[in-house]
Nanobody, 132 residues
């Protein structure tokens, strides 16, 4: 059974950077699409960035929500069973608990999905606070 553990959250000033890590264990994550989601107090969980498996036709393609384009970058290192979220130019509105999640890929889908309901395995989350 796939398990996910997030790390790298913390307190950062506006304009600063953080790199989140999502380490998978239990089974190989090579055939899983992985996504980063966030949930701020009083708000619904939302997709931030997602990356497809490198094994299917989508070949590791990525999706980024409009509100993070140009600031956040998702990447994966299959050899380390890790997916990263590099977050630059952080804003106070980025404050939230960040979760990584996984779903078994569709080898013939040529685009990554990034909806909350598309993913069925979740980590515990890591808090990101952007404040001066």
């Amino acid at each position: 059974q796939l398990q996910l553990v997030e790390s790298g959250g913390g307190l950062v000033q506006p304009g600063g950077s953080l790199r989140l890590s999502c380490v998978s264990s239990g089974v190989s994550a090579d055939y899983y699409d992985i996504g980063w989601f966030r949930q701020a107090p009083g708000k619904e969980r939302e997709g931030v960035s997602c990356i497809s498996s490198t094994e299917g036709v989508s070949g590791g393609s990525t999706y980024n929500a409009d509100f993070v384009k140009g600031r956040f970058t998702i990447s994966r290192d299959n050899a380390k069973n890790t997916v990263y979220l590099q977050m630059d130019n952080l804003k106070p509105e980025d404050t939230a608990v960040y979760y990584c999640a996984a779903e078994l890929t569709d080898l013939y889908r040529d685009y990554p999905r990034c909806g909350v309901d598309d993913f069925d395995t979740w980590g515990q989350g890591t808090q990101v606070t952007v404040s001066s």
